[in-house]
């Protein structure tokens, strides 16, 4: 009987030997010592008697006996021969009272090298045991800059907490991400149900992941438990039933798959109010989509009309889609609606009310619109946020960069001195861009002038964000007074008078009747179904689109005025670049995009300041519980790199 199975596995191990031959990769186990020829190991670390996971398990210390096993740990020696013999007899024991013994290894970056036990690691394999227990010591190399160091070194933060190694990820910030959806705290160590609880779920999420042939994607199966986590509970997660499981996981697979594509976010600059010409589309075949002859459209806000110019202004919006599409649309809205507590509930009695389209106005909403989309794919679901890739959850936001770069350059002709203010809500995605627009608009008019940059998310008696410590700073980009103290809207151009008066010189508009109207102008007339739905679809309009517009005051000079609306136009027209080719930061490290110009994209993710820029980008933990929220969301992911030692940037 262990003969036979010795002949099995040396079937198995032949076959992955002429596979590696033909992929032109080496045929045998790596040898963990040829890896360390060039690698500076800083530290050792025994582990003690650790469970490793059977994938995991990918070579040998030495290259003593490396040719007897192909890469999977097969055997590749005859079966006459002593090898065979001695792995045979292993494998009786194994049937009969199972291999006690544990093997010894070395880890290395998360993976294990066994030293001595390699007949036991191939025998227990040929069984697909899910992990083998061993005596291991962690070799701990220098950090550097690469990806792989910075994950590993993240994973080794998260083994302190948790003593979980079953689960791998290939993008950095993912282990950080884990603790937050298993509802630990940073820093919170994990107990023994824990550990029990994840390794069930783990695999039964990797045996469904497989079965739907997530083998063949480039991810980790760690890769994608954090998306399916995303979207359902991890207490119900921990719950489902593996049938369960798998039918949750086909219904986000495209989140899934969305991983895997360079470009997996697809930024819309302008509406397309019909279907693109030139080539069959799928919206003009009636048969196969027909256009809705009525809409049933809600909006969920996070604050009310009353409370809130936020607010006031997608109603406002909304009163608006009422009246281009009179006999069209029929229009509900949900004010204080809590993201946290309500927000998903609410949602879900809006999809079984036969709601058509669901706009959510607050980015705090974004999670729990992602819950329920999923549960309901024929339901059009939209955030108002920037930058996240889910396809199941579009997004529209405005340009805010070229209305501060227009205020950059009235604050550099109005000020009085070289100094100007910039007041910056949160840390997320596209406010970094809004901030070097401003400094690209002042250096415009003023070469040598320079942005003291405040954010309204760090309050601090000794700063405040009227600037009226700093008797050189009159004109500033403000957060909205009309609004909340801890909602942290931006505003617009300020200039604080002698007397402490903050008088508004110029002030963005952002117009969310475009975007409604647009978009349900999309859907009616069939354009909405042209998207790639394999990809995160984020509305992101400006000027050009009307959705992007600055008010100024009375009584400002002829001469400025007549020189932004040039400016304007220049936008509006696509002929001027707001971003030089050549742009220095704050370390003097220069930043120059791919090609001639910035892409969308690289706008978008942004994550520096303009060397003129006097301030810095907070850290992740000098930041409230809700604005957290906020930077789990669409944050910066410098920002939350804060916790491998970097210091906290100061407070300006």
Known sequence: MSLEEYKLALKAGQKDYRAHVARGQSPYLPVLDDILVNVKIVATEPLGLVNMPSESIVGTKTSGRHTAFAPNFMPLLDVDTEFASKWSVLCEAHLEEGIRNPVTAYEFLNQFYIEEGNKRVSVLKHFDAASIPGTVTRLIPARNNSLESRIYYEFMDFYKLSKVNIVQFSRPGSYAKLQKLVCKASGEEWTDEDRKNFNALHTKFRQQFRALGGARLPLTVGDALLVYLSVYRYSDACDSTPAQIKENLARIWDEITVLTKDQAVEVVLEPASEPAEGRLSLSKL?????????LHVTFLHEANETNSAWVRAHEKGRSALANTFTDRVILSSHENVDPHVDAEQIL????????????????RMHTACLKVAAQHPKIKFLNC????????VRTYYPRTYEATYILGMLAGILSPTNTVGYVANNPIYGIPAAINAYAQGLRSVRPEGRVLLRWACLPDPAHPLDFSDREDVTLFYARDSREAPDTHRDYGLCQRLPDGVLRPVGLPQWRWDVFYIEIIRSILNGSWDEADTSKAINYWWGMKSGAVGIQYSDGLPGGPLQLLGLMETQLHSGLLTIFPSKVYAQDHRMHSPQKIVYTPKELMLMDWLDACVEGALPSYDQLDVKTRTLADICGLDVIKEDADGTAAPSKI
Request: hydrophobic share 35%; no cysteine.
């Open 286 to 294: 009636n048969i196969f989509i027909p256009r809705p002859s009525e």
């Open 385 to 392: 946020s920037l930058n996240t890739p889910h396809p199941l």
């Open 348 to 363: 879900e009695e809006v999809a079984h009310n036969g709601a058509d389209v669901v706009f959510t106005t607050s980015v």
